[in-house]
C-alpha cells in the first residue's frame, strides 16, 4: 500500500507538470521580410492572456539572442477579447544588430521621448 502511494504521487506530480509545461502553444517563428518575424501563441487551460502574451515577447526575444541580435517590437494583435476564442497572441518583431540604424534610431527615439516627458 505505502509503495502504491508513492507511485500514485509521482504520476501526479508528472501529471501536474505536464499540464504546466502546456500553457501556451507556439506556431514558431516565421519569417515575414527582411529581418522581420511573427510570432503566435495560443492560451491553453488556465493560463492568463497576459502569460500568453509574456510568453510570446519573451520567446520572441530569445530568438532574436540566439541569432545574437536584439528584438525590436514592432506591432502585436491580441484576440482574447474576441467570442469563441481561446486567447492568441501574434507579435511582428524584427531582430536587428546593436549597430543596424534602425535598432539605434529606434533606441534613440525611445530615450528622447523619455527625457521630453521628464522635463
Known amino acids: 500500500m505505502h ?53 510570446t515577447l519573451i520567446a520572441a526575444n530569445d530568438y532574436c539572442d540566439k541569432l545574437g541580435k536584439h528584438l525590436v517590437y514592432q506591432r502585436a494583435a491580441d484576440s482574447s477579447g474576441r467570442r469563441l476564442s481561446a486567447g492568441q497572441y501574434d507579435v511582428v518583431f524584427s531582430c536587428l544588430d546593436a549597430h543596424d540604424p534602425a535598432y539605434t534610431r529606434t533606441h534613440r527615439q525611445s530615450n528622447s521621448a523619455v527625457v521630453a516627458k521628464n522635463q
Open 3 to 55: 509503495r502504491y502511494t508513492a507511485s500514485f504521487g509521482l504520476v501526479a506530480l508528472l501529471s501536474a507538470a505536464a499540464i504546466c509545461g502546456c500553457a501556451t502553444t507556439a506556431s514558431g517563428v516565421v519569417p515575414i521580410g527582411r529581418d522581420t518575424y511573427r510570432l503566435s501563441m495560443a492560451r491553453v487551460g488556465n493560463t492568463t492572456q497576459a502569460t500568453t502574451n509574456i510568453n
